[in-house]
């Protein structure tokens, strides 16, 4: 049997089909004999056959064979039955296999029935072709045909049907459906048909008199290039500038001043020392777009594709996305909240800004903020300054060519201000649908509607954006990636984009899933990509230094043998602690780079009473460790008394790197609890929140990084405040399934659990 995937065919069973040898590729031509059996899967996207995945087909198919082969190499095939295909596979060589079983069908039509459906069918057509020139030869065709099947498979082509509903025609098991489907698929031909050539007609008149105003136009232009072929030196920048303003669309207060410019163009002339500022002033605001752009309506299974086409994970994050696309489509307007992303480095909050651009058809654009400390490059600079230039909201809105583009407003939290103004209070009115609309660039001088556009923002955190700025978007946190998330981005993106770059054919290298985890796991500790999208990078250029040298290896990267292309492994996680003992007990850290594991350990000593604090503490923490030793003294007051004749030092490892945070609150109270009465609290166990003098357990931030850290390190059991209980949600599943997570509202249940 040959199996050649079909796209945007509709094959109906018990008809005759014509096919040329060179429809079948490669080996399949040459196999084909009276008598072959062929099965056709059907493909939902227009897909290379040697690109062909298990997701593009299809589950019902269409069975045939092959009837006869004419002199000229064309192939009759009769189709025989709908088949359901299961086990379907893909060999290394992108054939496919699979098993096919007989679809039954609903027979629910009677025959006499389905006869006079396609006689009335076939009449109406045969009336409605009489009315158009190339009517005779369509009559001839339409007549050929012996049944409904026949019909809706011979003017498919013709009829304004999309591939799924071709796919929708064939995969139905009722007759009855099948039938009103092709029914309806022909009947909505002719009406379209009829009522465009009324279109037409009515139209006629105006256009007699737009043709008219044309030729008068085509006369008018013809005689002036007459003209500047007599008179060259009289062609200038002006004319051209005329044209263009007058095609541009520009509002009356644009308007205006671009043909005030225009004419002191005219009365300086080209010697003037001003004539190259005004012409780069014309220049810039003629390509702009003027025009009001108009609403495309939106597919949202599209942009739900889209996103998840270009982007793994981030569920929530899509599904807010989702919700705004869907606003903007019911709204019918181009606009909608201004989002801000905010995650760690290479989390995808710039590409989605892309992602959300392709889903809506419109065009992209990218405006770095980082580092910006004067507010003329948001306003732009007044044209009285030398140098003056637009701002970089126009500039982009002139390099998209469009007035609806998506603005992707990148590093807003870097901005700063400095003698040259605020940046951040000037984007107060781009960010405003209320005011943008009215937007006006220094340079420009003229007002230009930003409502159109799409603005989204993106930043590492909140915490430098001023107030006024923040409240003006809605905030969308990016969490960090799981290492599941990470294998999954790695090898459906990341993999594929280094190897293409360096030239790498799919068939040269192999890197097994092991290896792969291996890179996540030893290699990268960041929340986002990019530090592993390096580390592919260099193992891709390691094994190309390796395919030049040996033209023809194939190459296989694998657990063991990793370390050739990326060297030593270069984190060394902590794990969790192997035995137990008083005073020591495991905390859950948030950093840049995501969660971690902390120990807090504690020590008395011969002394006076004093209090050591060693490991960097910040003031916050520090002062964490004054309310848990408050705590401490209050809930166990006899043994808190060896304090006042002992030194109390409190280390935190890794004392070169900082750290402050008040959710070490409990697992500093729980040290010092288990220091005092000689109770160990054990391995398995980490913790995390903040403390009251109250005694109470209050909510902390980043716990899905830090449930990861603490899934990563080793630990089965983890203590969180009472009030993060809704956070669990965005925790991955993978992450929850391997630990046991205990919500706390009071201190003395947490110590009550740990030590009894």
Known sequence: MI???????????????????????????????????????????????????????YPVGMSARVESIGDDDSIQIRTLERVSL?????????????????????????????????????????????????????????????????????????????????????????????????????????????????????????????????????????????LDEMHPENISDVRAFEKKIQESGMNEDARKEADKVLNRMKQEGKDSHEYGLLYDYLDFVISLSWKHPEFTPIDLNRAE???????????????????????MALNRKQYGSILLFVGAPG???????????????????????????????IRGHRRTYIGAMPGRIMEGIKRSGASNPVVVLDEVDKLAKDYGGDPASALLEVLDPEQNSTFTDHYMNVPYDLSNVLFVCTANSTDTIPEPLLNRMEVID??????????????????????????????????????????????????????????????????????????????????????????????????????????????LAWTQAGGEILFIETKLTEGEGKVIITGQLGDVMKESVQIALTLVKSLYPKESKVFQDHDLHIHVPEGAVPKDGPSAGITLTTALASLVTGKTVSPDYAMTGEVSLRGGVLPIGGLPEKLMAAQRAGITKVLIPFDNTDDLEDVAAEVKDKLKITPVKKVRDVLKLLLG
């Open 347 to 377: 989390t995808g909050k710039t590409s989605i800004g892309q992602s959300i651009a392709r889903a809506l058809n419109r065009e992209y654009v990218r405006i770095s903020l980082g580092g910006i400390r004067d507010e003329a490059e």
């Open 305 to 327: 594709k889209i996103l998840d086409e270009d982007h793994y994970g981030l569920k929530k994050v899509k599904e807010r996305i989702i919700q705004q696309i869907a606003v």
């Open 3 to 57: 199996i050649r995937p079909v796209f945007n065919i509709l094959l109906l069973p018990d008809i005759t089909y014509f096919f040329k040898r060179d429809f079948f590729p490669g080996a399949a031509a040459d196999q084909i004999e009276v008598g072959t059996d062929i099965l056709f899967p059907f493909l939902k996207n227009e897909v290379d056959e040697t690109t062909v995945t298990i997701d593009d087909i």
């Open 478 to 587: 990016f969490p960090g990636y799981t290492a599941v998330e990470k294998f999954h981005i790695a090898r459906k993106h990341l993999l594929p984009k280094a190897m293409d770059a360096m030239g790498i054919q799919k068939k040269m290298l192999k890197i097994t899933d092991g290896a792969l985890r291996k890179v996540i796991e030893d290699y990268t500790m960041e929340s986002g990509v990019r530090g592993l999208k390096k580390q592919i990078d260099m193992l891709c250029r390691s094994a190309a230094v390796r395919l030049v040298k040996e033209e023809g290896q194939t190459l296989t990267v694998n657990k063991s043998n990793l370390k050739d292309y990326l060297g030593r492994k270069k984190l060394h996680h902590d794990q969790k602690l192997t035995s137990a003992q008083p005073g020591v007990v495991t905390g």
């Open 86 to 226: 299961d086990d379907i596979e893909l060999d290394e060589n992108g054939q496919i296999t699979a098993t096919a079983s007989i679809r039954p069908e609903v027979d629910d039509l009677p025959l006499e029935e389905e006869k006079q459906t396609f006689t009335n069918l076939r009449n109406s057509l045969l009336k409605f072709v009489q009315n158009y020139q190339w009517g005779i030869w369509a009559r001839s065709y339409i007549i050929q045909r012996k049944n409904i099947y026949d019909l809706g498979s011979a003017l498919s082509d013709y009829l304004n049907i999309t591939s799924e509903e071709k796919y929708a025609i064939v995969e139905t098991d009722s007759r009855r459906e099948r039938c009103e489907l092709i029914e309806n698929a022909i009947k909505e031909f002719m009406e379209v048909a009829k009522v465009s050539s009324e279109a037409q007609e009515a139209q006629k008149g105006d256009q007699e008199q737009l043709y008219r105003e044309a030729a008068i136009k085509k006369q008018i232009d013809y005689l002036q290039k007459e």
